[in-house]
Structures are given as C-alpha cells and as structure tokens.
C-alpha cells in the first residue's frame, strides 16, 4: 500500500515514528483529498444550487458527481437517495428524527444493539422526550456476537424500526446485516444500518442488501471531516418530513406555508459543504483505486497477524474476535493495567491508540469493564507497526 500517499505517517512523535493505530476514530487523508479540496477552494469556490454564474455552476456539477460517485459506491438505485450529512451521527438523527415523527406512534418501539455506538442510542431516547416509544435491546453473547435469536424474540407487533452497528467499533465484530435485514423484512419491519465502520472495509451495495437506511462518514474512509450520508430508499424519504428548514430544502414559501423540495434537497437545509463533497468522491476513488480485494487481504492479514502477535503477550484480554477474524478493530486489556495508562505510555512511544469506552458505554459495561485499549487498522497500516505495539506493550507492561 502506498504510504506515501499520507504525509502524516511520515512525522515523529515523542521522537518516534508515528505508529498510526486510531484508524476506527478517523483515518488519515491521502494527498489526492486533500488536493482536490485546496484546488476547488482556490480555482472554483462559489455556493452551489443558487448561480447562475459559471463557478456557481462548476461547484454545483463537481457537487453533484460526488453524489453520484456515492450512489455508485454503495450501488444505491438513484442519487436522490443519497442524503449528504455531517456524518453518521447526523443521518442517524435524522432517521429517529423524521421516520420518529412520521412512522412511530406511543408504544411504538426500535430495536437496537447491546453494541451499539451512543449516536445510534440518544437520538431515539431523545424522540422517548417527545414521543413515549420503547427502545428495546438486543443482547450480545459472551462471545461477544450479537445473539440473533434474541433479535427474532424481541420483535412485537409494535416494533418499528431495527437500527443496528454492521461492525461494532469497540469489537470489531461483523454483525449478519444481510440476514437481520431479512429477518426484519419478513416482519415488513424497516432497518436503518449503521456503517460507520463497514464502509471503510468491504463493498456496501444497498440494493442487493435491501437496507432501508445505511448511514456513514467520510472521514472514517480516508475523506474529510464534515461530511457523511444517508442513503434511503425513496419510499422512505419521501414519506419521512424533513428533519431540519431552511434554504435549498423549500419549493414555495409564504408564512402561511411552506412546501418542500425533491429528494434528496428535502433533506439538505443549507449551504451543504460542498468542498467536501469533493473530497469524499475522492476518497471513494481513491479506495476504488487500490480495490476491495486488495484492501481486505491486506486488513485481514494485519488483523490476524496482530491477534496472533498480542495473544503472545502475558495478561492480555482480547475482547471479541472469538467467532472470525472480524474487521481490524481490536479492543484489549492488560492484566490490571488501566486503559488510559496504557494508552498514556504508549502515546510517548509514537503510538497512537484508543483508550476509554468508545462512545459505546452499554457495551463496555456488558464486556465487565470501565474501557478498553482500541487498535484500529487501516489500509496503510503495515505488520512492522504491528511488531511496534506488541513491544511497546510488553515494555509498558514490564513498568507495571
Ligand atoms: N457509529 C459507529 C459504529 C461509530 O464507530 C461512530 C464513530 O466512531 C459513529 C457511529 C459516529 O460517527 P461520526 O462521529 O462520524 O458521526
């Protein structure tokens, strides 16, 4: 993989070379990004949508080929379905905000995941604020997977919506997205699928999944900060309101009434950050470039290659990866050493990992712990930086 397309992995840190293992929190930007972005900025930056003039225009068209470069990415039917957000949290808001609203009467319930991340768990106790619905919860196993005949139990007839984690942040667990749906379907129950940490790992096609609602960000596969979507059937996000008013989302307004534009402008009040748009077509291309198969060799050999590494390790406790490899996301404690300090030691020897409770606090307490050490892989990630963590733990864990 080509290193040299990330200037960050060249820095040292604390006088060493950055040992980037953060990857599940945000991956870091190749060159081509970045580029794109600075270019636009300086040659071509004017509001989308609202111009006729010739920036306006350009912006608009490199705007739109970005969604349309989404729409092929995730194999969506139309790039009306493609909703750009500030990231996953956003689109997840925004489906328990509108589908809550629309969808969902008192004593309606979601379904979500003892694994889930807190922005697919607050939004809909923040619709419990306005709308008494139950949220219930599916149990993970003690191995850590999601206990799928659990799931099947938890179905009532005033199930509404499924939301679930395709891969869970702190486990790395691969949840049966495809098998859920299918279940969930049979119940004409919809299912609104978290891809935070799928996207940057495997192929999504929305269609041959049947997903209702898929969200993800941008700057967790290699593209900026700030951007995200959510794809929805058209079915849905024409029946769903919007969830925010303002510009580019309205077709007439008088203040007696207002009617609302097409998918997917609907969705989109505001100046959408369209600079980044551009960035994210990019960061698609870029991961199109290398190719699937590659990237997925590449990250299960680095994820097999670390859980052998660390196993070797005394006291280590791997959380999860009990079933198969999974995605490279590797939560882990030592012995009695606190999570934090040996995050803390481990920063001083250039190498960035995670520590705490990875925004998914039901799980750790399920998991029996305050938090965990978090190693998270990315396609630039090499079996020598793998080398450098299980000897930077050993010697951190010799201190103790
Ligand atoms: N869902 C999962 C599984 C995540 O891992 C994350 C981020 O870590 C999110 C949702 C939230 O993503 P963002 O902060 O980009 O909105």
Known sequence: MNREDFPILTRNIHGHSLVYLDNAATTQKPRSVVDAMTEEYYNVNA?????????????????????????????????????????????????AYSFGQECMEPGDEVIVTEMEHHSNIVPWQLLQTRKPIGIRVCPITDDA????????????PRTRIISVAHVSNVLGTVNPIAEIINIAHAHNIPVLVDAAQSAPHMPL????????????????MYG????????GKEKW???????????????????????????????????????????????????????????????????RYALEQLQTIPDIHIYGHKADTGDPVISF????IHHLDLGTLLDQLGIAVRTGHHCAEPLIHRLGVEGTVRASFALYNTKEEIDILVSGIRRVSSMF
Do not use: C
């Not at 739109?64 to 500030?86: D, G, L, M, Y």
């Not at 470039?289 to 997925?296: A, C, F, N």
């Not at 404690?333 to 009695?336: C, D």
């Open 145 to 156: 997977v999601l206990d799928i005949q659990a799931l099947e139990k938890l179905i009532s």
């Open 205 to 220: 096609d929305v269609q041959a999944l049947d997903a209702d609602f898929v969200a993800f960000s941008g700057h967790k």
């Open 224 to 231: 900026p900060t700030g951007i995200g979507v959510l794809y």
């Open 237 to 303: 996000l024409e029946r769903i309101p919007p969830y925010m008013g303002g510009g580019e989302m309205i077709g007439k307004v008088t203040f007696e009434h207002t009617t609302f534009n097409s998918l997917p402008y609907k969705f989109e009040a505001g100046t959408p950050d369209y600079i980044a748009t551009t960035g994210l077509a990019r960061a698609i291309d870029y991961i199109e470039s290398i190719g699937w198969e590659e990237i997925q060799k590449h990250e299960h050999e680095l994820t």
């Open 47 to 95: 509001n989308v949508h609202r111009g006729v003039h010739f920036l306006s225009q350009q912006a608009t068209d490199l705007h739109e080929a970005a969604r349309e470069s989404v729409r092929r990415f995730i194999n969506a039917r139309s790039a009306s379905e493609i909703i750009f957000t500030r990231g996953t949290t956003e689109s997840i808001n925004l489906v």
């Open 333 to 336: 404690n030592i012995g009695a």
